[in-house]
């Protein structure tokens, strides 16, 4: 259970979903974790349960001032930051201030406001932590650091319907590589890699999926999509970015890691359709 011993960690979106579930498995194998989240209230929650090893900062990712306080913190602190998880992201279908209801998000229909305000916390979000994250480890000879962007699946398909938090995805996925590729240009123990999940049981199902007589219809129906005939759990996500985190994967960086269950990889069919040959 020691994995991560001595590491420093800086988990986004961490209040709920994948990015609780990652600071747990972090701190379970030695880690030093600092959570995050705009909802502050809930992080620092979580982060005091969790006991001495973990703690919570403030951190807009969208705010190139609230990156630099915290990674100011977390060298004064710490002195070193080891691990960066940039998880924190939106599909623009939470209502907001200015609209009650999700707007749309088809190419036809959907705004240029909410288009770049889900690419504003998905990806800048993503290449403001890169960036400080970056700079951060690089005043640590010692430090073999890792990067981990959650992508998504959608970034690899289209989303008819979701084209903002598509297109957020797929630069994501492509900026993962750059800052794969800079960081072994400048010799630096940096590594960068995506994990691209997909029908992962996580709290923004559950609009979809409601409380009533038809959830558990419901579950069926959308995990029938997947080829495993299930929903991933964010135990699974967490369990690879411990991996991706560790030096076990020191020869790994700008490389994509599909955890869906099978979507990425084709249809299956039942086994009374497969022919025999």
């Given at each position: 259970m020691d994995r991560l011993k001595d590491k420093v960690a800086l988990i986004t979106g961490a209040a709920q979903g994948i990015g609780h579930a990652t600071a747990h498995?972090?701190?379970?194998?030695?880690?030093?974790?600092?959570?995050?989240?705009?909802n502050e209230t809930k992080c620092k929650a979580e982060a005091d349960s969790l006991g001495d090893h973990a703690s919570s900062i403030k951190l807009d990712?969208?705010?190139?001032t609230d990156w630099q306080a915290a990674i100011d913190h977390i060298l004064k602190t710490h002195s070193r930051l080891d691990i960066l998880v940039n998880n924190a992201g939106i599909t623009g279908f939470d209502p907001t201030p200015e609209?009650?209801?999700?707007?749309?998000?088809?190419?036809?229909?959907?705004?240029?406001?909410?288009?770049?305000?889900?690419?504003?916390?998905?990806?800048?979000g993503t290449f403001l932590g890169c960036k400080h994250a970056i700079t951060a480890m690089r005043r640590n000879p010692?430090?073999?650091?890792?990067?981990?962007?959650?992508?998504?699946?959608?970034?690899?398909?289209?989303?008819?319907?979701?084209?903002?938090?598509?297109?957020s995805k797929?630069?994501?996925r492509n900026h993962?590589?750059?800052?794969?590729?800079?960081?072994?240009?400048?010799?630096?123990?940096?590594?960068?890699?995506?994990?691209?999940?997909?029908?992962?049981?996580?709290?923004?199902?559950?609009?979809?999926?409601g409380d009533g007589p038809?959830?558990?219809?419901?579950?069926?129906?959308?995990?029938?999509?997947?080829?495993?005939?299930?929903?991933?759990?964010?135990?699974?996500?967490?369990?690879?970015?411990?991996?991706?985190?560790?030096d076990e994967s020191a020869y790994t960086t700008g490389a994509e890691f599909n955890i869906d269950g099978g979507m990425l990889a084709g249809t299956a069919q039942p086994p009374s359709q497969v022919s025999d040959m």
């Open positions: 498995a972090f701190l379970n194998e030695g880690a030093t974790v600092i959570l995050s989240d705009l990712v969208r705010e190139p609209a009650n209801s999700p707007e749309p998000h088809d190419p036809e229909h959907a705004t240029l406001e909410s288009w770049r305000r889900v690419h504003h916390t998905n990806l800048d010692s430090t073999i650091g890792s990067i981990i962007n959650i992508a998504s699946r959608s970034g690899v398909v289209g989303i008819p319907r979701a084209a903002a938090y598509a297109s797929a630069a994501i993962t590589k750059s800052v794969a590729l800079y960081c072994a240009e400048e010799r630096l123990q940096i590594r960068c890699n995506a994990i691209q999940p997909a029908a992962i049981f996580t709290p923004m199902w559950e609009p979809m999926l038809d959830r558990e219809a419901n579950i069926a129906k959308f995990a029938s999509g997947t080829p495993l005939n299930r929903f991933g759990t964010v135990e699974e996500v967490a369990a690879l970015a411990v991996h991706l985190a560790s």
